[in-house]
C-alpha cells in the first residue's frame, strides 16, 4: 500500500471510530454536542492550516467568514426552502469569493500587518452581521432547523455523523491537494518566498489561492455549526473563534492534517475538564485563558504542535540508538 493509500486509510478509520463511539457507548446528549462542536472547528481550523501551516500567512479574521457560511445556510434552508445540500454549497461558494475579494486587498500587505487588516476585516463584518437584521436576525439571533435530506430529517446523532464525515472527505481532498502541484507551491512559498519566486510561483496568486480555500473551509463548518446548534448570534464570529482557530493549528501541528482534530480536541476537552477543579472552575473565561496560553507554550516550547508528540516520545524512549560501530559504518 502507498504511502497516500494509507494517509487516506488512517483518516477514513478516525472516521468510522469517531461515528462508532458516541453510538457504542451510548453517549449522551452533551457528549455528542461536545463532540460534534470538535468536528464542526476542525474543519475550519483544516482550513485555517492550509493558510497558515503551508502557505505561511496569517489571518485573525476567520470565524467571521463562518459566520457568512452560517447565516448564508440558514437563510437558503429556512428563508427560501432550498435543499439543504444546496444551502451548504452555497455556504461553500459564497465565502470563497468574498475571501477571494478581500484577499486582493488584504494579501498585499505581509506578517503582521496582514493579521492586523483580517482582524479589521473580521470587526468590520461582524457589525454587517448586527446591521443587517432582515439577513442575519440581528442581535436577536437567526434560528434555522436540522438538516433535511431526502425527505429525512435529521437529529442530533445523524448531524455528528454528517459532520464527521464531511470531516473526514475534506481531509482526504486536503491531502490531496497538498501532494499537488499546487500544493507543492505552497509549501514552498512557505519555506523561502524568494527561492518560490525564483522557481516560477506566483507568490500573490497563491496566498490568493489560499486564503479562498480556507474561507471556503470556514463557511462549511459555519453552515454546519449553524444545522447543529440551529440558532446563531453575530458575538458568536467574534475574534475569540479566529483565535481559537489560530491556537488548534498551532497546538495541534502546523502543516498537519491530522493536527487539526487534535488541536481542537485539547481546546475543547481541557476546558470541559478543568471546570471540574476547585477555583480553576470559576475562572470567567477560563476557555479564552487556556487559548492565549497554551498558544504561548506551545510557540515557546513545542512548535512542531500535539500530533508529533507520540513519534518524538517514541524515538526518544524506545527507537534503538546506533551503536558505535553502528556510526562508523554510517
Do not use: C
Request: aromatic letters at 14%; a positive charge.
Amino acid at each position: 500500500m502507498s504511502i497516500r493509500n494509507m494517509k487516506q486509510a488512517q483518516y477514513m478509520l478516525f472516521g468510522v471510530i469517531a461515528i462508532l463511539f458516541p453510538i457504542v457507548t451510548s453517549a449522551k446528549g452533551s457528549t455528542i454536542t461536545l463532540l460534534a462542536s470538535i468536528g464542526i472547528l476542525s474543519i475550519a481550523t483544516l482550513g485555517f492550516n492550509v493558510l497558515l501551516g503551508y502557505s505561511g500567512q496569517i489571518s485573525l479574521g476567520h470565524g467571521a467568514f463562518m459566520g457568512i457560511g452560517a447565516y448564508v445556510s440558514a437563510y437558503f434552508v429556512s428563508q427560501l426552502e432550498l435543499p439543504f445540500f444546496l444551502a451548504l454549497a452555497l455556504a461553500a461558494i459564497i465565502p470563497f469569493f468574498v475571501g477571494f475579494i478581500l484577499g486582493l486587498i488584504a494579501l498585499r500587505l505581509e506578517g503582521h500587518y496582514l493579521a492586523i487588516a483580517t482582524l479589521g476585516l473580521a470587526v468590520v463584518i461582524e457589525e454587517i452581521f448586527a446591521e443587517f437584521s432582515g439577513f442575519t436576525g440581528g442581535w436577536s439571533g437567526t434560528k434555522t432547523t436540522y438538516p433535511t435530506i431526502f425527505g429525512y430529517t435529521f437529529d442530533k446523532l445523524a448531524v455528528y455523523i454528517l459532520i464527521i464525515t464531511i470531516l473526514v472527505i475534506l481531509m482526504i481532498v486536503t491531502y490531496n491537494f497538498m501532494k499537488s502541484s499546487t500544493g507543492r507551491a505552497l509549501v514552498a512559498m512557505k519555506k523561502s518566498e524568494h527561492a518560490a519566486q525564483a522557481m516560477g510561483v506566483s507568490l500573490f496568486k497563491y496566498k490568493l489561492l489560499a486564503f479562498s480555500i480556507s474561507t471556503m473551509y470556514a463557511g462549511i463548518a459555519g453552515s454546519l455549526y449553524i444545522h447543529f446548534f440551529r440558532f446563531a448570534e453575530p458575538k458568536l464570529w467574534g475574534i475569540g473563534l479566529s483565535l481559537d482557530l489560530l491556537a488548534a493549528a498551532v497546538i495541534g501541528g502546523l502543516g498537519t492534517i491530522g493536527g487539526a482534530v487534535v488541536g481542537v480536541g485539547f481546546l475543547k476537552i481541557l476546558p470541559t475538564f478543568l471546570q471540574t477543579v476547585p477555583i480553576l472552575g470559576d475562572i470567567d473565561g477560563l476557555s479564552f485563558v487556556l487559548t492565549g496560553i497554551s498558544i504561548v507554550i506551545f510557540v515557546m516550547f513545542y512548535p512542531k504542535g500535539l500530533i508529533n508528540l507520540p513519534v518524538d516520545i517514541y524515538k526518544k524512549f524506545f527507537s534503538k540508538k546506533p551503536t558505535e560501530a553502528e556510526e562508523v559504518d554510517l
